[in-house]
């Protein structure tokens, strides 16, 4: 992982954090373990056993998580310093979710600073966005390159089984999809790589939706991708 930029964005120790609201893009407990190292070494802030520090991990942020990281935002801090940390993350967040967090943003209690953990910034308000400094993770395309050299009898095994864990499930689309995005220039890609990653990007957006067919999804997927 190339640390340097999405620090910078951040901030250091000399000047602080750089803003009160981050959103970082990537896998969760890739995230949280870069954060708190990033916060621990950099910002010299404790993560462990320190009671302004918090975090928050769900499958789904919801209204309900968010009256509460509003409620806890706007306690005071044990620190004499007052400041706090929520570290945030989940797969989805449901839009009055965002607009719960939208109003903590807008109005923030002072010295308290939010990171939003997510696989993806794409589905979040754009009002939300314009209220957070967007720091994106580059990460190993985990699990990719051992997919692509199954054969199709093995693939429809292994995303059988895959989607039972519906982190890992999205995990592996989301990862197909940088996979095929980075691999080749837009305008040299084949007919067959456009098809497919039409269809990746399609089932990015239905596999954070309400009950998403996981196992259908990446059953096609499985079938469409080209050996390497």
């Not at 992982?1 to 964005?9: F, G, I, L, V």
């Not at 000047?15 to 010299?44: Q, T, Y």
Request: some cysteine.
């Amino acid at each position: 992982m190339n640390s340097s930029n999405w620090q910078e964005k951040i901030g250091n120790f000399e000047n602080g954090l750089a803003h009160h609201a981050f959103l970082v893009e990537g896998e969760i407990a890739s995230s949280i373990a870069a954060m708190r190292e990033f916060l621990e070494g950099e910002m010299r802030i404790n993560t462990h056993g320190n009671p302004d520090y918090f975090e928050f991990v769900h499958e789904t942020f919801g209204v309900g998580e968010g009256r509460e990281l509003k409620d806890m935002q706007s306690r005071r801090s044990f620190d004499e310093d007052g400041r706090k940390i929520f570290m945030i993350g989940a797969n989805t967040f449901t839009t009055e979710a965002q607009n719960s967090l939208l109003k903590v943003f807008e109005e923030p209690t002072e010295r308290t600073h939010f990171f939003v953990l997510t696989p993806s910034a794409q589905f979040f308000l754009p009002t939300l966005l314009s209220r957070v400094v967007c720091v994106f993770l580059e990460q190993e395309h985990e699990n990719v390159s051992e997919f692509l050299k199954m054969n199709y009898v093995d693939r429809l095994a292994y995303v059988t089984a895959l989607s039972k864990d519906s982190i890992a499930a999205k995990r592996l689309i989301e990862n197909l999809t940088k996979y095929f995005s980075e691999k080749t220039p837009a305008e040299k890609r084949s007919s067959e790589i456009v098809r497919l990653l039409e269809t990746l990007v399609l089932y990015r957006t239905y596999a954070y939706g309400k009950a998403p067919a996981l196992k259908n999804m990446l059953e096609h997927v499985a079938l469409i991708a080209p050996r390497e």
